[in-house]
C-alpha cells in the first residue's frame, strides 16, 4: 500500500468524521466509475513503455496435477505457535491482511490442534454412532458418500481468537496473530440428523459427546437439538475433500458454534442424558468469571467484526483515498449491517456489504475513506439480523469481568498515525 | 459408491419415471431426516467396536505454513494433456466426479495454457491501458490494490469444455476428460470499468484488446460494453492472490464470457473502434458453419447442466437410494431450475438447487433417486433465469451443423447398465 495518490478533484459525500465517505461509492457501474479519478495513484498517470519480460521470451511451465501458489506470495502463509515440546499443540491463523473475499483457501483456513494433524487412513476411519440410540451404527467413508449432501458456506471461529484484546494494553501485532482463528469455507456433507434418524434417537437423549481420532481424544458435549438441527457431517471443504488440517476425512461442522466443538476426525458420535464434561469442556473453552466460578457450554460466537485492510504492517504512504475492508460475522445468522468509524467511534458510516451476504458465514464489507494524511482511529461495528450490535471492548469487558479468555467480539481498533504508520490501539 | 443397501422401509414419492423422487426429500431439517432409514447402507447397521488406530497413539504432523490435501487424496487432481512438443500448450481438467458442493479450490481450477505458465514477477509486472483513451495508464500491482474492490463468485467455462459430444459415437470417458474444462471460484479485484474511466474512454472506442504477458501473447478482442459493465481485473482467487496457472498477479474475469476471453497475466488493455483480429479469434475460438463460414465473437457461455455423479468411473453396487447431483451455469445470469431424468428423458423431474444460486456461478443441483438394479440413462437440463432451457444434443446440432468445435452446451447422458456400471451415451 505504499503508493501516492494527488488530490481528489472532486469530493464524495461524507458520511462520517474523518473522512469516511458514501458506501454507495462502491456499489456497481457508474458509481463505482464515478470514483475513479478520485483514487488514481500519481504513478499510474503517466503511460510508460512496456518492457518484453523474460517469461514472454520463453515456453512457460508445464501443467500438474494439483497447482500450488505463486512463489512470490511465499508471504501469503499461516503464522502457528506450538506448546512447549510438542510440534503439533497449538494454532496457526489465517492472514487475513494479504487476502480478500470472503472465501479461505483451504491451505490457509486456521488450524487448532491439541494433538498435531493424525495421518489417518479413509479405508480404516470408522463413524460410530452410540449411546441412546435404537440401533448403534457404523459407518465407513463410502458409507457416508451414499447419504443426501448438502454444502453450506460457514465461518469457524477458535473460542480464543482476538483473546489478545482481553488484555490491559494493546498487544502491538496485527491482524492474524490477533484475529487470525477465523476462517470460512464451503462444507459439503450429510446432516447429522439424517444419520441419528437412522440410528434411532432414544428420547431420553439430550445431549451428544462428538469425539475425534487425533491422539488428543479431542471430544465435546454439544446438545442433540444443534446435533438434529443444522449439523453436518463434513467430508469436502471448498469442494475437495476435507484437508488433513481441517479433520479429513471427516469432521463436524456446527455452524456458528465455537471452532473446538467442530470436532475434527471424528470417530464417534454418543447420545447421552447430560453433558460428559471432558477435558476439552471442563479445564478448557468455559468462561472464567469474577467470582472464580465458570460459564460452561457458550457455543454461539456473538456477532463481530474486523477490519483487514487497513491494519499494522500495511502502512499508507500518502493522503488520498483508500477503502477500509474487513469481514463480519455471527453465529446466530447473517449479518445486518457494519457500521465504521474513523474518528475512535464519534461518528459512524455504513459500510458496503458484499454479496452474498449468507448466515453463520463471514460478510466482507467494504467503505471508502479519504485519508487527509493525519491522525484517525479506524473502527467497525458489526450488527447481526437478530439486531445484536457487536459492543465496544470496554462494555464487553465491563460485562464479562478481568477473568474472561474467550468468545472475545469487541469492537476492535487501528490506529493510524501521521506518516500512515497502523497500530494496534484501544480506542 | 461400492455399497450394498437394504430395500427401503418406505417409498418416498416418485417424481418422474424409473425410480427420480421428489426434490423435496433433501430440503432441511425433518425431511431430510425422513429418508435416513430408507438409505441406511447395509454395513452401517451393526456397530462395530471401533479399533485404536495407529494415529490415535502417536502426536500427529505439526503445522506448516501452507496446506496441502490429503496423501490418500491424490487420485482427486487434474490430468492434463499438451501438444506434441510442448509442455504447457493444453489443458488441465477439474475431477467433478470427485469434488462437492459449487466451489473448486485453486489447486483443482481447469486451466487452459497457450504456452505455459509464466513465472511473473509482481514487482515489475505492469498492466498498460492505452489506445483511444484521453490519458494512457501504467499501473503496478500495488496501484490496483489502492482501488475499491469487489467480490463476486464465477465460473470460467473453456469455449472448448464438453466438445467431445459433438463426435458421431460416444466417447468412453467420464466427466473429468469431458466436461473438466470449468471451474468456479470467488474472485476479487477491481472493476474495469473504473481503470478505463480513469484512463477516460474516447467515444470512439467500441472494443478493447485484452493481451497477456505469456509466450503466446494472448490476446482478444471484447466489446466496450462488457468491458464497461462487469469485467474486472481481478487479483485474488478464493481468498487468496490469484494462483499463477490462473493469471497471477492479475487476470481478465469477464463474468460468463467463455473462458479465453479471460485473458490471464493481464498486460495490455487497448481501446479500439474494432476488433482486432488477432489470432486467437480467427484461427480457433470460433464457430465454424456447414457452408466453411465461422462465427466470430460468440462470448457468452449458454445455459449448461451435468451431472457428476453418479458418472462413469463410479460404479454402483446395489439397487436403493442414491443422489444424483451435478452442476449447472448460465453464461446469461441465475440458474432458474434444474430437471433430472432417469429414462432417457421420457420424463423429468425438478431438482433441488443448492443455496446461494448466483448469476454466472455454478449452482450445485440434487435429486433423490432410487435405483432398482435396471437400466437407466440419466440426463439433466437447465434453465436459466432468462427461461433459456439446455437443449438436446441432437437439437444442438442439427441448429450448429457437424462442423462446430465450440461451445457445447447440450444435454449430456449416463448409461446406467443392470450391475452398476456406468457409461457415456447418447439418449
Not at 458509481?31 to 500519481?42: H, N, Q, R
Not at 497447482?67 to 508471504?75: D, L, N
Not at 502491538?172 to 469455507?185: D, Y
Not at 488440517?245 to 458454534?257: F, H, I, K, V
Request: charged share 20%; hydrophobic share 40%.
Amino acid at each position: 500500500m505504499r503508493q501516492k495518490t494527488r488530490p481528489m478533484p472532486s469530493e464524495p459525500e461524507q458520511a462520517a468524521g474523518n473522512g469516511v465517505l458514501d458506501r454507495r461509492l462502491f456499489l456497481t457501474g457508474g458509481a463505482a466509475a464515478a470514483i475513479g479519478s478520485a483514487v488514481l495513484p500519481d504513478h499510474a498517470r503517466a503511460a510508460e513503455a512496456l518492457p518484453v519480460e523474460p517469461w514472454m521470451k520463453t515456453p512457460g511451465s508445464p501443467f500438474a496435477p494439483y497447482g500450488q501458489p505463486s512463489k512470490y506470495a511465499g508471504k501469503v502463509g499461516r503464522i502457528f505457535a506450538s506448546a512447549p515440546g510438542t510440534t503439533g499443540t497449538g494454532a496457526s491463523r489465517t492472514p487475513h491482511h494479504l487476502l480478500d473475499g470472503m472465501m479461505t483457501p483451504n491451505g490457509l483456513h486456521f488450524e487448532r490442534h491439541h494433538s498435531g494433524i493424525p495421518d489417518i487412513n479413509p479405508e480404516t476411519h470408522r463413524l460410530l454412532i452410540h449411546g441412546l440410540v435404537k440401533r448403534p451404527l457404523t459407518f465407513t467413508l463410502d458409507a457416508l458418500m451414499r447419504y443426501p449432501m448438502e454444502s453450506r458456506i460457514a465461518f469457524i471461529e477458535c473460542a480464543g481468537n482476538s483473546a489478545l484484546l482481553y488484555q490491559k494494553e494493546p498487544a502491538q501485532l496485527g491482524v492474524q496473530p490477533i484475529h487470525g482463528l477465523l476462517s470460512c469455507a464451503e462444507w459439503t456433507g450429510v446432516r447429522l440428523a439424517t444419520l441419528l434418524d437412522d440410528a434411532g434417537v432414544d428420547p431420553r437423549a439430550q445431549w451428544i459427546l462428538a469425539e475425534g481420532a487425533d491422539a488428543s481424544g479431542m471430544s465435546r458435549s454439544v446438545p442433540l437439538a444443534k446435533a438434529m438441527g443444522d449439523a453436518m457431517v463434513a467430508i469436502y471443504q471448498n469442494g475437495e475433500p476435507v484437508r488433513p488440517s481441517n479433520g479429513y476425512p471427516m469432521r463436524l461442522l456446527l455452524p456458528g458454534y465455537e471452532g473446538n466443538a467442530n470436532v475434527k476426525w471424528l470417530r464417534r458420535i454418543k447420545l447421552t442424558e447430560a453433558p460428559t464434561m471432558t477435558k476439552d469442556e471442563t479445564s478448557k473453552y468455559t468462561m472464567l468469571q469474577n467470582d472464580g466460578k465458570a460459564l460452561q457450554f457458550c457455543f454461539a460466537q456473538e456477532a463481530k467484526s474486523v477490519i483487514t485492510r487497513p491494519s499494522p504492517g500495511l502502512t499508507m504512504a500518502a493522503p488520498g483515498l483508500y477503502e477500509i475492508t474487513g469481514l463480519a460475522w455471527s453465529g446466530y445468522g447473517k449479518i445486518a449491517k457494519v457500521e465504521v468509524s474513523a474518528d475512535g467511534g464519534a461518528s459512524w458510516a455504513l459500510a458496503a456489504l458484499q454479496e452474498p451476504v449468507l448466515p453463520m458465514a463471514v460478510t466482507r464489507f467494504r467503505s471508502p475513506w479519504r485519508w487527509d494524511g493525519g491522525p484517525a482511529t479506524l473502527l467497525s461495528r458489526a450488527t447481526d439480523e437478530t439486531g445484536y450490535v457487536q459492543p465496544s471492548r470496554s462494555r464487553l469487558i465491563a460485562d464479562r469481568g478481568a477473568r474472561a479468555a474467550y468468545h472475545f467480539n469487541g469492537i476492535a481498533s487501528w490506529g493510524v498515525a501521521q506518516g500512515g504508520e497502523v497500530r494496534h490501539v484501544y480506542a
